[in-house]
């Protein structure tokens, strides 16, 4: 018996390969097939993506996910790329991926949040930081342990001992554990 080939094939190869080129190609391939890329074949591109290096790669097909009106990702699509940005250090690129969501009819998640962050924090923008975690409550999205984690780390960077340590008292407000890393974070930005 023939095998019809159908998006779900198309995601679970583009999904499981460790390979980006492989995983493009296939993606590629669907519409020559027949197939139309469905959210979850989109999220499975971005998701390989976002396992290699090579942000600019990211932008390419975001940007080819963007111009055919037919594409679409959720969350978990774009949370990947926001991951794909936080570890090429690209903290805008992540930033203004957040910012666009709710613009998508996207509803912000923790660990989407949490992701950018962390973006922010490496690329050293501690305001971005700060208002970031600030304007969680604002999105019913309460803080964990990255979070203030994130931030704490971000204010140890620049030597702003004040923030790290308003956000250490913060975070023991909110009756989490504080960690070694936490107060050692605090003691370096000092």
Known sequence: AEVKVDAFHCAAVIASSSRWPLAISVFRAMQSMGI?????????????RSRCSGWMDM?????HI???????????GYGAAISAYDKAARWLLAFSMLHKLPELSLRLDLITLNTALNACGRGRKWQLTQALL????????LPDIFSYSSSITAFEKIGQWQAACTFLSALARSKMQAQSVHLNAAISAC
Not at 59 to 63: A, K, P, T, V, W
């Open 36 to 48: 139309s890329p469905d959210r979850v074949t989109c999220n499975a591109a971005v998701h390989a």
């Open 59 to 63: 932008l390419e097909l975001l940007g």
């Open 66 to 76: 963007d111009e055919d009106k037919r594409l679409e990702m959720d969350l978990v």
């Open 134 to 141: 600030g304007s969680m409550s604002a999105l019913w999205v």
